[in-house]
């Protein structure tokens, strides 16, 4: 009912301008969440990206946080 | 069913609780729980027994406690165990049993087994790419894939996803009535109102039966 407060609630706060589309799995299809990639990462290749990459985006409730500067895997 | 499980759009649950760092598994009785789940394969899916626990005792439990709960209903109802060999946590020796011993093969034969429930057969779909439909008012009593938060609510047909067995009848009267899924987009506002954000909306695959012209 409310999908962007529960992704509040799990400290991702989307700005209005961004569409939010709901994708209930309630039967054979199943879904899988490409997080966004960062800015700045792309010299990066998929073995450093892959260091970025956290559970919470993986389920869709967190984006991937660009690398420190200097760090980057 | 009309039951606890079917959430979509209540309110006053309480909040999520999120846990940074969460750990996989909280007690190890859950990871052994996990593994149970994938170790008994008895075909079919375990929603319909988890949608049986009472409302009181689901609100109260926890994830892998439902699991728990069902995959013991589901052994004793398909007569691989009795009540009283759960109850003992050993088997009746006198009790025969067919079960094949687990092997690491086996598992992993298992394991990367994905479960393919399309049917394909020929049948006229009778919606199309485009369609209006609106959600039956329809109160199945048996296990169903409907939520109630689409009843009476229009949405348009934006994919075709083949024909699948109609999982109400499969899991009630245990008939294959093969028919087509449509994904169907709902509008956030038509769901939820004018207090819903504009362009936001909502996914969801739709038995042919659970939907009219609209």
């Known amino acids: 009912m409310d999908p962007r407060g529960v992704l509040r609630e799990l400290g991702l706060d989307l700005p209005e301008e961004v569409a939010v589309r709901v994708w209930d799995s309630n039967a054979a299809s199943r879904y899988l969440v490409l997080p966004e990639r960062p800015p700045g990462t792309e010299a990066m290749r998929e073995a450093a990206l892959a260091t970025l990459v956290t559970r919470d985006a993986m389920i869709g409730v967190a984006k991937v946080a660009a690398p420190r500067v200097g760090g980057g895997a | ?214």
Do not use: C
Not at chain 2, 67 to 80: D, M, P
Not at chain 2, 96 to 123: C, D, F, G, M, S
Not at chain 2, 126 to 154: K, L, S
């Open chain 2, 1 to 214: 069913m009309n039951g606890i499980h079917d959430i979509g759009g209540m309110q006053g649950l309480g909040e999520i609780g999120y846990q940074a760092n969460e750990p996989l598994f909280h007690e190890p009785w859950e990871g052994r729980v996990a593994a149970l789940l994938q170790a008994i394969r008895l075909g079919g899916s375990l929603r319909p027994y988890i949608e049986r626990i009472p409302a009181a005792e689901y609100l109260r439990m926890s994830y892998y406690e439902r699991r728990y709960t069902a995959l013991v209903t589901r052994l004793i109802e398909r007569g691989v165990v009795t009540r009283a060999e759960v109850d003992r946590g050993r088997g009746d020796p006198a009790a025969v049993k067919a079960t094949q011993a687990l092997t690491p093969a086996v598992v992993r034969e298992l394991l990367l087994r994905t479960p393919r429930t399309e049917r394909h057969i020929e049948l006229t779909p009778r919606f199309h790419f485009g369609d209006r439909v609106r959600g039956r008012n329809i109160h199945p009593t048996t296990h169903t894939r409907m939520p109630r938060y689409t009843r009476g609510r229009t949405g348009v047909v934006e994919r075709m996803r083949g024909v699948f067995n109609l999982p109400d009848r499969e899991y009630g009267a245990g008939e294959t009535t093969p028919q087509h899924v449509y994904l169907i987009r709902y509008t956030a506002r038509e769901l939820w109102g004018d207090d819903a954000p504009a362009h936001d909306a909502l996914y969801i695959d739709m038995w042919e039966d659970y939907l009219e012209p609209a």
